[in-house]
């Protein structure tokens, strides 16, 4: 008689996919680092092809079409002058009728792979990365983040909402606080879908549901939320930069750029979050699984939920602490005379008064003297000869100056209120700890300072060969004679991000990509940059909780595997596709909504493009 164990029958092979094959292309894509580098090297190959083949592009400007104003007798009407009268010509719609004007010279293409191209690349290598708009904003508003995330503050302030809610009332509740838990990195991810998920089990509903409610609000309403973050910071500079390529007096893009729209998507996303768990996701939860009680959960865990007397006293600190320095803000800038009332002074402290001033940048002297001018002094210590080429104007109307501190502001209502945190708590109890806690936030970019070094080559690299500005002519011209309405331009580059997040990881990657390309175009057509970054910030967000590539998938499967330990990633991505439908149906429609009302997007962000004068 044998004692062997018969062996198992073979498992059948597992029929692919098309989330498989999404997830397997997505793990043979290089870093984002490195990605950057690889389209760094296409730049300077492409720009050797562009000038070998005589590459030129004709730019344009977009102007009205004028036609001469009449009476309601249809007389013309003329100026005091006697010159006829110039109205703009409307549309059906009532809109103004545009064309493409020529203006300049052809752009050609400049080679890197000439002895000057490789040497302005060696030479500028350190500017480019140190130039990048976005990099001071996320360095200095994560110094901040990092101490009040180090010490607690923002794991224990999710839970004092979560627990004081009404159970009627918990989704919603869950959903929004994940909406604005951008605010605090990456904080959200770790601590609310485990809390979310032991809250629900506490009050007699199924985990799993609280569990892809948070993640619903979290990741799909990343690009929502009351609070400006240090992404909004990359998104602003990177915005500003790409405006830049086609309108030199474009203004800066705020960091708030998008805060009216965001506050209302925060909402939408809510609302939206509620429907699906409510009326979706957790019925369908409970007849495929059963009760709750089924589940089983180690009972220290709801305990340790509860927040000590000393977090509770050091909430109480905190939420003192930022008051006050909202409230020192706010009279800086409401009370005539101080530091931050009204608008920027066109001065500088020694008395020299600002002017802008046209100037046209050389390689090299000779080349400046071909031409007839007399460059002045290199600007810093780089190879950069810069020309006047016109009068100056005085700075008339500068930014209003509370619109320049956004960043200090972050900075302060977040550290503050930390090293309050801290100090009631415990967790900061001497200088060292302090320090540590302040270097956390710094740690927490590296992986992204990482990539901006790379990304500020790639950028560069495509503004010199002057790349740049002919793919957005070429694709600006085309989209204006395509006269498609801009309704569908922002629907369609939704769905082009949404597509995007399935190649492509990561928020401040993809919009570094897409900016130089989409925004020059989209402003030929009257698209504001502003609004363009409010479509992606759509499109990145409702597939964040369904790719693949997302790297927060596994420690949400590892909570999720809690519950159900069969579960494996097809199961979440399908428990989470009805949010991800519904978000990308009722954000596009609320920003469709929104473009139609012409509400501003945020302060000083306009929905439409006007070209400066």
Known sequence: MSDATPAAAPTPPRRKTILDFVEWLGNKLPEPALIFAILAAIVVVVSAIGVSL????????????????????????????????????????????TKLEPTGDPIQPRSLLTADGVYWMLSSMLRNFTTLPALGLIFVAMLGIGVAEKVGLFGAFMRLLAMATPKRFLTPMVVFIGANSSVASDAGYVILPPLAAALYLAVGRHPIAGLAAAFCGVSGGFGGGFFPTGGDGFLAGTASQAAHIIDAKYHTVLITHNLYFKMGSAIVVTLAGW????????????????????????????????????????LLAAGLTHVAVVAAFAVMILVPGMPLNGRGLPTLANGQVLARQSVEVYEDIKLAHDKGVTPERTLVKEPLIVATTGKPSLVERPEHRWSQVIVPLIFFASILPGIAFGIVTGAIRNQQDFIQ?????????????????????????????????????????ALVNAELPIPLLIVLFVLLVICGDFAISGMLSKFAI????????????????????????????????????????????????KYKPAAGLGTQISLMLPYSVVLGVAWTAFLLLWYVLGIDLGPGSPLTYSPSE
Not at 62 to 80: G, Y
Not at 543 to 556: A, E, F, K, M
Request: charged content about 20%.
């Open 437 to 477: 806690a302040f270097y956390h936030g710094i740690r927490g970019i590296v992986p992204v300072l990482g990539i901006m070094f790379f990304l500020g080559q790639f950028v560069n690299y495509f503004e010199y060969t002057k790349l740049d500005r002919m793919l957005a002519y070429a694709g600006g011209s």
């Open 54 to 97: 005589g590459w030129r592009v004709q730019p344009v400007r977009l102007q009205a079409v004028k036609v001469q104003a009449v009476d309601p007798q249809n007389q013309p009407i003329f100026n005091e002058d006697g010159s006829p009268k110039l109205v703009n010509k409307l549309k059906p719609n009532g809109r103004p009728e």
């Open 514 to 561: 897409l900016a130089p390309i989409f925004i020059p175009m989209f402003m030929m057509v009257g698209i504001s940059p502003e609004l363009t970054t409010a479509a992606y910030r759509i499109g990145d967000s409702v597939v964040n909780i369904i790719t693949p590539l997302n790297s927060y998938l596994l420690i949400i499967l590892a909570v999720l595997q």
């Open 275 to 314: 429907f699906v768990t409510d009326r979706i996701i957790e019925p369908r939860l409970l007849r495929e699984i059963g009760k709750p009680g089924d589940v089983q959960i180690e009972s220290k865990s709801l305990s340790e939920l509860a927040l000590s007397p000393a977090e509770k006293r050091g």
